[in-house]
């Protein structure tokens, strides 16, 4: 089994290469009768696309996506959706190198030790080019969880610099090339990270998800905690070193009245009305109707033009530098990925609830 798949009742299962021609995804589980095109699906993997800033990779790849099968007449069937995005812009002669080195950080050696060999065409199926597949499941998802809720996900943190909370706003997101949501701190990433990619090197991030509106009852006891399930689904993004649900590890560093989130009586007929949210949004693995926060820790972007000290295949002591087109932050194009995980994890949520207790 080699565990291509995630989800339960909503699946979705990711195939190809970086540098093949095609990755795709094929979605399972979506209830039947959703309005789905292809136009409610790329303006997510736009947000996501390659070569939109000189802080990305340069690699041009238009990321048009394809519905291939679960449609018909503009809606869905309720059979499995198969979505196609072509890889039309490789240049795998940068990868000569790579095919004879390990490149540290990189999943080189652990895939040769694990299969006998590896596609070293930009890291091949451990390539981020796959998490296209991840942002256009996401899409459908959210097709599945309706307007009513409402992900955003953006940078609170690059190379050790943080936003100032107290200008936290989501409008400002799409007005720099980083998710940021701090206009002042983006204007001090772009000279950081334009300092980094000159020096050949580059710079890790926290990005933190957000949804709003999602109904308390999502998730199970023990084993299907949402939380859980949540901290799986961003672990799995590529390059992602850690994950916090709430306060996270700052938690740890609290009273218990100070991490409490009190309560209060809400409005007739809603739930209470909490006063903090450091649980973010879950308690014993099922969401109490605060916005579910998440935030994951993306280390520093392994391609790097800087020597580093490595091994040949046949155990050699080398030196490698990794030519080619990378970003210098992964993390600025993990936001899109991030919000798509978040959505496919409380769509299949919403979806067991229902199968459970009959309610939505």
Known sequence: MSFNSFGHSFRFTTWGESHGPAIGVVVDGCPPGLPLAEADIQPFLDRRRPGQSRFTTQRQEPDQVEILSGTYEGVTTGTPISLLIRNLDQRSRDYAEVAASYRPGHADWAYDAKYGLRDPRGGGRSSARETACRVAAGAVARKVLGESIRISGYLVEMGGDAID??????????????????????????????????????????????????????????????????????????????????????????????????MRPGAEGEGPRFLSNHAGGTAGGISTGQPIVVR?????????????????????????????????????????????????????????????????
Not at 231 to 248: C, L, P, R, T
Not at 317 to 325: C, D, H, M, P
Request: charged share 25%.
């Open 296 to 360: 994951l820790a993306l280390k520093p972007t392994s391609s790097i033009l800087t020597p580093v000290e490595t091994i040949t295949r046949s155990g050699e002591a080398t030196e490698i530098v990794t030519k080619g087109r990378h970003d210098p932050c992964v993390g600025i194009r993990a936001a899109p990925v991030a919000e798509a995980m978040m959505a496919l994890v409380l769509a299949d949520a919403m979806l067991m609830h229902r199968s459970q207790t009959g309610r939505g």
């Open 165 to 262: 909370r107290a200008n936290l706003d989501l409008a400002e997101v799409a007005n720099n090339p980083f998710f940021c949501p701090d206009r002042e701190a983006a204007n001090r990433w772009e000279r950081l990270l334009e300092s980094a990619r000159k020096a050949g090197s580059s710079l890790g991030a926290i990005v933190e998800v957000v949804a709003d509106g999602v109904p308390a009852g999502w998730g199970a006891p023990v084993y299907m905690k949402l939380d859980s399930q949540l901290a799986a689904a961003m672990m799995g993004i590529n390059a992602v070193k850690g994950v916090e649900i709430g306060a996270g590890f700052a938690a740890a560093r609290l009273r218990g009245e100070e991490n409490a989130d009190r």
